[in-house]
């Protein structure tokens, strides 16, 4: 397998196929011997500085919930450059993760060295900026549509099981999907609203903390699961009527005034933490939309379908601190860029609510599932 090179702004060279180690017919023999032996005095300082950089990617790995999950790729992508075998990487990347706020699975490590073995251009998740620059000059419908197609393109096939079977925390069916997601994304003492859409936010009602929503929700599934299998279905629309909906990002559970002037627990003013923009579309299907996300390399930490015709992309919002930040860094420049690529631009404020995993949506026959779960957010 060809190694790639990784510069220091972690852009990958692939080598010129064409330019293997056939001797050049132009030259002589007496210069193709030299230049050979050049190129084995050159290889040694060449392996040096691969492994050098190997080095320095392992003793700046981030601590868990400070950026580990999205650093985790590069440092296998110089561990493969580097010329270390699959077993080695592993070992290495294992032994130099710091304490943090969870602990790695070795899933998710070998994961990782993985996707790095079998494409080392794989790249990190981009960021808003970076996107935003690529498509702020679009003019056009037309532009646009053919910009998504190529994002789409880029992205390839994802199918829905096959990217909860990636996800690097575990989803699968020992639990119900909104208790991964609460134990993932917050802290215990985080306050979360969760309910619909209609709701006043009430503070030990429809708002509640991380810890308390995980325990009452593990209780009322316990709950069902004793009853008779016959009466579950009920029990399962009964749930999903009162709690399809959560607010990603926490509250302050302060009363503050919205938009209409009402006091209100819930509202934007209400955010204590800008943890999350929602990205949604109408105008795709399911399989296209997991596409775009992939193909746009932002960081998803949750990717939930709806039970309907959208998946909801949680994407991490970075140096966003009040509301003037979010104002300046989502609703006018990162929701512009995704509106013109045909993204719903009503998800920009920041107490938008998302479809609650977990619940069964009795008017689509389908259940809101968790697709991808990923803390520090990660290119799905």
């Given at each position: 397998m060809?190694r790639?090179?990784v510069d220091?702004?972690?852009?990958?060279?692939?080598?010129?196929?064409?330019a293997?180690?056939?001797?050049?017919?132009?030259?002589?023999?007496d210069?193709?011997e030299?230049?050979?032996g050049s190129s084995?005095?050159?290889?040694?300082?060449?392996a040096e500085?691969?492994q050098?950089?190997?080095?320095?990617a392992l003793r700046?790995?981030?601590?868990p919930?400070?950026?580990?999950?999205?650093?985790?790729?590069?440092?296998?992508?110089?561990?493969?450059?580097?010329?270390?075998?699959?077993?080695?990487?592993f070992?290495?990347?294992?032994?130099?993760?710091?304490p943090?706020?969870r602990?790695?699975?070795d899933?998710e490590?070998?994961?990782?060295v993985?996707k790095?073995?079998e494409?080392p251009?794989?790249?990190?998740?981009r960021t808003?900026?970076?996107?935003?620059?690529?498509?702020r000059k679009?003019k056009?419908?037309?532009?646009?549509?053919?910009?998504?197609?190529?994002?789409?393109d880029?992205?390839g096939?994802?199918?829905p099981?096959?990217?909860s079977?990636?996800?690097?925390?575990l989803i699968?069916?020992?639990e119900?999907?909104?208790?991964p997601l609460?134990r993932?994304?917050?802290?215990?003492d985080?306050?979360?609203f969760?309910?619909?859409?209609?709701?006043?936010?009430?503070?030990g009602?429809s708002i509640?903390?991380?810890?308390?929503?995980?325990?009452?929700?593990?209780?009322?599934?316990?709950?069902v699961m004793?009853?008779?299998?016959a009466?579950?279905?009920?029990c399962?629309?009964s749930?999903?009527e009162?709690?399809?909906h959560?607010?990603?990002?926490?509250?302050?559970?302060?009363q503050e005034?919205?938009?209409?002037?009402?006091?209100?627990?819930?509202g934007?003013a209400?955010i204590s933490?800008?943890r999350?923009?929602?990205?949604e579309f109408d105008?795709?299907s399911?399989d296209k939309?997991?596409?775009f996300?992939?193909?746009?390399?932002l960081?998803?930490?949750?990717?939930?379908?709806?039970?309907?015709k959208s998946v909801?992309?949680?994407l991490?919002v970075?140096?966003?601190?009040?509301a003037?930040?979010?104002?300046r860094?989502?609703?006018?420049?990162?929701?512009p860029m995704?509106?013109?690529v045909g993204a719903?631009?009503?998800?920009?404020?920041?107490?938008?609510?998302?479809?609650?995993?977990g619940?069964?949506?009795?008017e689509k026959?389908q259940?809101?599932?968790?697709?991808?779960l990923?803390?520090?957010?990660?290119a799905?």
């Amino acid at each position: 397998m060809s190694r790639e090179r990784v510069d220091q702004a972690g852009l990958e060279h692939r080598p010129d196929p064409e330019a293997e180690t056939e001797p050049d017919k132009n030259i002589s023999y007496d210069e193709q011997e030299s230049k050979q032996g050049s190129s084995k005095r050159n290889s040694a300082p060449n392996a040096e500085r691969l492994q050098k950089k190997y080095q320095a990617a392992l003793r700046n790995i981030p601590a868990p919930g400070r950026g580990c999950h999205p650093k985790l790729l590069g440092v296998a992508n110089l561990g493969v450059n580097a010329g270390h075998d699959r077993q080695q990487i592993f070992d290495h990347i294992r032994a130099s993760i710091p304490p943090g706020s969870r602990v790695v699975p070795d899933a998710e490590i070998m994961q990782a060295v993985d996707k790095a073995l079998e494409d080392p251009a794989a790249k990190p998740p981009r960021t808003p900026k970076q996107i935003s620059r690529i498509v702020r000059k679009l003019k056009s419908p037309e532009t646009a549509q053919a910009v998504r197609q190529i994002i789409i393109d880029r992205g390839g096939t994802v199918e829905p099981n096959e990217l909860s079977q990636r996800s690097p925390v575990l989803i699968d069916g020992s639990e119900p999907h909104m208790i991964p997601l609460l134990r993932t994304l917050y802290s215990p003492d985080n306050l979360i609203f969760i309910g619909r859409r209609t709701d006043p936010g009430v503070v030990g009602d429809s708002i509640r903390t991380a810890a308390e929503w995980i325990a009452f929700f593990q209780e009322k599934f316990e709950m069902v699961m004793r009853m008779p299998e016959a009466t579950r279905g009920a029990c399962y629309e009964s749930l999903a009527e009162e709690f399809p909906h959560i607010m990603p990002n926490p509250l302050s559970g302060l009363q503050e005034k919205s938009k209409t002037g009402k006091k209100t627990f819930r509202g934007d003013a209400c955010i204590s933490d800008f943890r999350f923009a929602v990205g949604e579309f109408d105008v795709l299907s399911v399989d296209k939309q997991l596409s775009f996300w992939r193909g746009l390399g932002l960081p998803v930490c949750a990717a939930i379908h709806s039970g309907g015709k959208s998946v909801h992309a949680w994407l991490r919002v970075d140096g966003v601190k009040n509301a003037k930040d979010w104002e300046r860094i989502v609703e006018n420049g990162f929701f512009p860029m995704l509106g013109s690529v045909g993204a719903d631009t009503s998800c920009k404020n920041e107490s938008r609510l998302s479809r609650l995993p977990g619940m069964f949506r009795t008017e689509k026959n389908q259940w809101q599932r968790l697709l991808w779960l990923c803390p520090e957010g990660g290119a799905l």
